[in-house]
């Protein structure tokens, strides 16, 4: 090993896509939210960047030690949000510890390395114990965070260890039992959901029913998309988003900018660019020189595809109204910071998958 | 298997394979993503492009203006004005109901409009501005100016409201606007109309709607979501009402109703060389303009309750016996039957029987007239002759003689409402009474008497003809290109001549029975008649009318043309209860036709002067 090439500290192609993805949600941005949004939104992303280019230097041995700590660590601020977090929209969601945290934010990386952890050294696919000690703490902070109450990230946080367990290897016959059981208790879940959330889904199965309160967002949302048409009224053109109707625009919603201004075309597009970066993702862990790189790579990528899906599922209108934003595309810090940085952790698999090949 | 230890290369495989799985979800997932935009794109694209028009752009509809009247001499009757109505939008009113009630002491609304205001506001669609008050005062404009900023929500919008400037003297020729009611509005067509819209009631507003309404034009504005409008264009512009110019003379029809005093009943004037009406009035009037933004129950109910029936348009509705006024015309069928001649007498004695039967026909004149020729019979107005003539036409003479002149026949005057009234026939006693025609029936006829229901208009329009020497001009109230046409059956002019010179003889004849009135500076003909409003019993048939109360006394008749010569001008005027003709109409007949002539003919008087 003499020179350093460009594939020893960063993946090219992911880079170059995720350049791509960002750029194209710069653009809608610029006609959601106006040049404002658009040169804040460019500092997070370059510093979202610099830390994933940060964290790809990083060892994956380093992520691997420090998961426990990482792993309790988040639970306690969990705890702390539960005593001490501050109340907003009567959820306590936020903890004030000099800047506002939101500690559900961190598990979405500390649960799948814990998981991930846990199955680190066991033989796959992993015995009863194991997948015992995997659930407990997918239980655990799906649990915490439901207390907050935020329905939304506890299941999209359970989601991310089940996807860890997935990959592991866990027989179907279980997946399809669990699934089973999971749909035989969604009436139990419902009894102890909370009112507003029972009215969200109410309102996802018919938006019509209230057309001015809680269905104004979708139906606005599915206007916006529908006359949109294949190509699109044009970047900045769309009626919807310029004239305010469409709520939300540049962060939840922006995929709806989107629909309405590029079409089904700047649709086709963007599926294709998540479709190539996900299909990227999945080679890097399959390439990855040990199962604990293998999991983590292959849950975030699966976590990554669920939080699209969810986002372009819920503006047209197929699952009810959670506040997803759309990956790398809407506007806001937090979510462009956390995804760039698991990016940087496949970056970091990566670059050290060919230390073992020597 | 050993449960412990490790396998590199398997658990990659286990992986690998796990994720081509997991890849293959993903992909069907995202084509089922696309499946659903396509649907929302493509497929339904037409119904989402509307959705985001209809969000967007919103059509407003600018009224048209409505036409203007004016009299024939450019006097404005009716107009426009700007008024103010206060109109909320609840979803932008914070407490609402308190400032209602604020408002109904600062606009003194009424416990029933506040209630109504309450029921409207239950039914409101969304963000639609309800109307609190309309053609607010002056004075509540600029209280309420004063304190606009305590009332969010709430705005006076101005808008045109229809104003009649003489309102009493016009009311029953003009009618009046008002707000359009439920089933008027499904009649109409809705581009045209606005469910708010106002639209002729009566008169001339309601005959002629169709012209004076207009077209509404079309103001497209794009607004945001939060309703503010980002641009407009007008559309479609307007099209204004059209202008009506009335035949009717403003001073002369002032002159008519002032005429009447203190009498009610109805006056019509008309041109006979054009049929042009000059005057219609009908006694009393009411102030039409109460009625345009809804008259109170109350005024409304003292309008109904009055016993001088303010409301009835008795110019074209009011249904009288003609009396003598149709000894002129029954003068003219027997000389065209030629069963008499200008030169035939006859001797009354005051009684005419029909041969074989009991029952006595009186002259109005104790005693009789004695000897009497056509221009006697209609100057002192002898019955006998009439009666007598009358059975020698038979019935069915007398109604084919009348009908042209359009007696018991609609005029087809340019107005709302008129009423048919009737003709005395065979067959219409047989059709509405099923009975058969009796002899004695037709003896009266020749009076005026029996089953004649005759309009004032009516009246107007066969002493038109009768002026005019059998030219048909159609009577008319807006200005319109002459239309004659002639009596189907020829008669001639020294016949029409006799005819006049009776007219002429009742007024300027020492004999006349409206001697009295006779003018020194022209020659005016007339003939005076009394409409029985009650059958008078064997014994009553000489008393005086005038000692009768009132509201049992007969109408009094008087129709008359002027100058007789070449007459300009015919008038009918029923003076209602006023017992005889030649006291009560026959004055209001004079002072009508005065004005006229002294406004189109002061040389007259000039002459007489020096």
């Known amino acids: ?38 040169e804040r ?57 000099g800047i506002s945290i939101q500690p559900s934010e961190l598990c979405k990386f500390t649960v799948p390395m814990m998981v991930s952890w846990i199955f680190r050294l066991t033989a796959l696919p992993p015995d009863w114990k194991h997948i015992f000690g995997a659930l407990s703490v997918i239980i655990l902070c799906a649990g915490l965070i439901y207390q907050q109450p935020d329905l939304g990230t506890s299941i999209l946080i359970a989601l991310s260890g089940l996807f860890v367990i997935y990959l592991a290897g866990i027989s179907w016959r279980f997946i399809f039992s669990f699934s089973l059981l999971a749909a035989l208790s969604s009436p139990v879940i419902w009894y102890f959901m909370h009112d507003y959330q029972k009215q969200r889904v109410l309102m996802f199965l018919n938006p019509e029913a209230d057309p001015l309160n809680r269905g104004w967002n979708i139906i606005q949302s599915k206007i916006a998309i529908g006359s949109g048409g294949i190509t699109g009224k044009g970047w900045q053109q769309g009626s919807q988003t310029q004239l305010d109707f469409l709520p939300e625009h540049s962060t939840d919603f922006i995929l709806s900018v989107l629909s309405e201004e590029f079409g089904f075309i700047g649709i086709l597009a963007l599926f294709i660019l998540y479709i190539l970066i996900i299909t990227r993702c999945l080679f890097i862990a399959s390439q990855a020189k040990n199962t604990y790189n293998r999991l983590i790579c292959g849950a975030l990528t699966l976590i990554f595809f669920v939080y699209i899906t969810i986002n372009a599922g819920m503006i047209s209108g197929i699952f009810p109204v959670v506040g997803v934003p759309l990956p790398l595309v809407s506007y806001g810090g937090t979510s462009v910071l956390t995804l760039l940085a698991s990016f940087g952790i496949m970056m970091s698999v990566y670059t050290h998958k060919k230390l073992i090949q020597q | ?26 992909i069907a997932v995202f084509i089922l993503l696309l499946l659903r935009y396509f649907y929302l794109q493509v497929v339904q694209h037409e119904y989402y492009q509307n959705q985001a028009d209809n969000n967007r752009i919103k059509n407003h509809r600018i009224s048209p203006t409505r036409g203007l009247i004016f009299d024939r001499n450019d006097i404005l009757l009716a107009e426009n004005r700007t008024a103010y109505r206060l109109q909320v939008v609840i979803e932008k009113a914070p407490d609402f109901n308190q400032k209602l009630q604020l408002l109904s002491q600062l606009l003194s609304l009424t416990k029933d409009e506040l209630t109504e205001i309450q029921e409207t506001v239950k039914y409101n669609p969304v963000f639609k501005p309800i109307t609190i008050k309309e053609n607010l005062s002056e004075s509540e404009v600029a209280a309420f100016a004063v304190q606009q900023h305590q009332y969010a929500g709430f705005d006076m919008t101005p808008y045109l409201i229809r104003q009649y400037n003489y309102p009493e003297v016009m009311s029953h020729v003009i009618g009046y606007v008002s707000k ?77 109703y002032d005429a009447f005093g203190e009498e009610t009943g109805a006056a019509i004037a008309v041109n006979p060389k054009n049929g042009e009406v000059l005057a219609m009035v009908s006694k009393p009037g009411y102030d039409i303009n109460q009625f345009i933004s809804g008259i109170s129950h109350n005024d409304y109910q003292a ?36 069963l008499i001649t200008t030169e035939t007498t006859l001797f009354s004695n005051g009684v005419y029987q029909l041969p ?61 409402g008129e009423k048919q009234g009737i003709l005395p026939s065979r067959t219409w006693k047989q059709d509405n009474r099923n009975m058969i025609w009796f002899p004695g029936e037709t003896v009266i006829t020749g009076i005026g008497q029996g089953y004649f229901v005759i309009t004032p208009v009516q009246m107007a329009q066969a002493l038109s003809i009768l002026a005019s020497k059998g030219q048909i001009n159609p009577i008319h109230l807006v200005k319109q290109t002459k239309q004659t046409t002639h009596l189907p059956f020829n008669v001639s002019d020294k016949h029409w ?26 020659l005016f003909a007339g003939k005076s008649g009394t409409s029985q409003v009650f059958g008078k019993s064997e014994q ?43 006291k009560a109409a026959a004055p209001i007949a004079k002072k009508i036709i005065d004005v006229y002539m002294h406004q189109k003919h002061p040389e007259l008087w000039d002459k007489e002067d020096d």
Do not use: C
């Open chain 2, 303 to 338: 309008l109904l309750d009055s016993p001088d029936k303010p409301l009835f348009n008795r110019s074209i509705k009011g249904g009288y016996e003609p009396g003598s006024t149709i000894k002129p015309y029954m003068a003219l069928a027997g000389l065209y039957h030629q």
């Open chain 1, 41 to 97: 939104q460019t500092i997070r992303i370059l510093i979202g960047l610099t830390v994933m280019l940060a964290i790809a230097q990083i060892r994956p041995e380093r992520f691997e030690q420090f998961t426990p700590l990482l792993f309790i660590g988040s639970v306690l601020l969990l705890f702390a949000v539960l005593f001490f977090g501050i109340t907003v929209k009567g959820a306590k969601r936020w903890l004030d510890l």
């Open chain 2, 1 to 26: 298997m050993n449960q412990s230890l490790k396998q590199p290369i398997h658990e990659r495989k286990l992986f690998q394979g796990r994720a081509l799985v997991a890849l293959v979800f993903i």
């Open chain 2, 180 to 256: 359009i009611n439920a089933e008027e509005y499904e009649q109409k067509d809705q581009n045209r109309y606005a469910s708010d819209d106002y639209i002729g009631k009566l008169g001339l507003e309601k005959y002629y709607e169709n012209i004076l309404h207009g077209e509404p034009g079309l103001l497209t504005t794009v607004t945001n979501a939060r309703g503010r409008q980002l641009s407009e264009e007008v559309s479609k512009p307007p099209t204004h009402g059209k202008t009506l110019h009335l035949t009717i003379d403003l001073q002369l029809q002032q002159a008519s």
């Open chain 2, 356 to 416: 074989n039967q009991q029952r006595k026909y009186h002259d109005w004149k104790r005693g009789g007239h004695g000897q009497v020729d056509l221009v006697n019979a209609l100057a002192e107005s002898v019955n006998v002759f009439f009666y007598d003539l009358a059975v020698k036409l038979g019935i069915d003479r007398i109604e084919s003689f009348l009908k042209p002149f359009q007696f018991g026949q609609l005029t087809r005057l340019d107005i709302a």
């Open chain 2, 497 to 522: 001549q006799a005819v006049h010179q009776g007219m002429s003889a009742v007024v300027n004849a020492k004999n006349g029975t409206a001697r009295a009135y006779a003018s020194d500076a022209y």
């Open chain 2, 540 to 582: 009553d048939i000489y008393k005086k009318n005038e000692e009768l109360p009132k509201h049992l006394r007969n109408h009094a008749l008087f129709i008359a043309f002027a100058p007789v010569e070449d007459p300009e001008i015919a008038v009918v005027v029923v003076a209602e209860h006023g017992a005889s003709g030649t």
């Open chain 1, 1 to 38: 090993m003499t020179k350093r090439s460009l594939h020893d500290w960063m993946d090219p192609w992911l880079f170059l896509l995720l350049t791509i993805l960002l750029g194209y949600g710069l653009i809608v941005l610029h006609s959601a939210g106006g040049p404002v949004l658009v």
